[in-house]
């Protein structure tokens, strides 16, 4: 695996961002996790407090001669609301921002061509607020959280929030997803 074969993405709720990208063809895992702060191994519990500067994030192993980088930007734009500074709905805090952490300078021009394509195409009705910025360490979050839609379909929170986010990908990019369960 090289790193053109990660993306990594912040976009509120990892709960939320996870089963969107799972069932892409092409994506092969995606691990949920912290990114962009400066505490070191970070805990739910410290993430959730917004004094570690971290968000939650995910990274995804993709192979990119099944589904493109561009691709999973498209998704991840249409996923989550790129315009609300450090909020997702009724998530609110610095560890809930939008953001695209990149791996290489490709992935950056990538990443900026998508924000200007969303604004330019009025995708929202306000401009993106992503910050595009350089990959720090990422910390992988606890088991539980790993898979959390997966294993917690009937949750609450998954329901009002997680399944909606999957049905509107499932509904919009049909062509991109796996044939088989997700």
Known sequence: MTKNDIAIFAGGCFWCLEPVFSQLAGVKKVESGYIGGYTENPSYKQVCTGTTGHAEAIRISFDASVISYGELLEVFFTAHDPTTPNRQGNDIGTQYRSAVFFLDEAQQRSAEQMIARVDGERWWPAPVVTEVISAPNFYPAEDYHQYYYANNPN????LAVAAPKVAK??????????SGPA
């Open 155 to 158: 949750q609450p929170y998954c």
């Open 169 to 178: 990908i499932r509904a919009k990019y049909s062509g991109l997803l796996k």
